[in-house]
């Protein structure tokens, strides 16, 4: 109903205004989905202290290698982006170091049977 009172609102703009609007109210939980579905950004959530670590990754031979390590770091609670560079044998993560370490990240990779070095 009162998606017909302003007409020339998106969807996607209808969206994010309803949930920027109950930010407030989010338990931790929502506001950790939401952040996972993208309506906003996540950066500044919360006090999140946003950290960006680079790692050179040994054993990736395929683009299904880099999807592995991709999915294994993104896997990680806390980690906002991932970009593996098959050509290049790195990763790059940023994530909410409140929330994981990099430590943790070189786990999340070796155990998915790849050798990981943070640089």
């Keep these: 109903m009162w998606k017909s009172a302003v007409p020339a609102v998106k ?3 209808v969206i994010s205004l309803i949930t920027v609007s109950s ?3 989010l338990a931790n ?4 989905l939401a952040c996972k579905l993208s309506l906003f950004d996540c950066n500044f959530s919360k006090g999140a ?3 960006t670590t680079h790692f050179h990754i040994s054993g990736m031979t395929c683009g299904a ?3 592995t390590v991709k999915g294994a770091l993104q896997a990680v609670s806390g980690v906002n982006d991932v970009e593996v560079l098959l050509e290049e044998a790195q990763a790059t993560v940023q994530y909410d170091e409140h929330q994981t ?3 943790q990240l070189v786990s999340a990779v070796t155990h ?3 050798g990981v070095q943070r640089f």
């Design 49 to 51: 202290i946003m950290q």
């Design 65 to 67: 290698c880099a999807n």
């Design 29 to 32: 939980s929502a506001w950790t």
């Design 112 to 114: 998915v049977g790849f």
């Design 11 to 13: 969807n996607a703009q």
């Design 101 to 103: 370490s990099a430590e």
């Design 23 to 25: 930010l407030p109210r």
